[in-house]
């Protein structure tokens, strides 16, 4: 089991940057894929960005293709999440989450994810 805490939510204007953290309990290299999601109010969740357990392989939401990336530090504990030209649409809570994995395989379905942190809020403001 992984417990997991993200941080590094605020208020930012549009065009700007905020980098998201997710620190683990244990290492996920190897062992778990890993996502970010978002919630807007009102909205359902919705896929953000995802990592595979191995290779390092990525998937992106295509609101979110080139001005997001997600990467993951080498001792696999921390999760990031760099948020680049940001727009009030990215205005939302945003969670990462954990699935146990041994592939190179991203998830990008919330329903295969088995762990899931508390939530960063982040608002763009115009």
């Known amino acids: 089991q992984v417990q997991l805490v993200e941080s590094g939510g605020g208020f930012v204007q549009v065009g700007g940057s905020l980098r998201l953290s997710c620190e683990a309990s244990?290492?996920?290299?190897?062992?778990?894929?890993m996502g970010w999601f978002r919630q807007a109010p009102g909205k359902e969740r919705e896929f953000v960005a995802a990592?595979?357990?191995?290779?390092?392989?990525?998937l992106y939401s295509d609101s979110v293709k080139g001005r997001f990336t997600i990467s993951r530090n080498f001792a696999g504990t921390t999760l990031s999440l760099q948020m680049n030209m940001l727009k009030p649409e990215d205005t939302a809570v945003y969670y990462c989450?954990?699935?146990?994995?041994?592939?190179?395989?991203?998830?990008?379905?919330?329903?295969?994810?088995?762990?899931w942190g508390q939530g960063t809020r982040v608002t763009v403001s115009s």
């Open positions: 244990s290492t996920t290299s190897g062992s778990y894929a």
């Open positions: 989450a954990a699935v146990r994995s041994g592939s190179s395989s991203c998830v990008s379905l919330a329903e295969h994810y088995d762990y």
């Open positions: 990592l595979s357990s191995i290779a390092g392989n990525t």
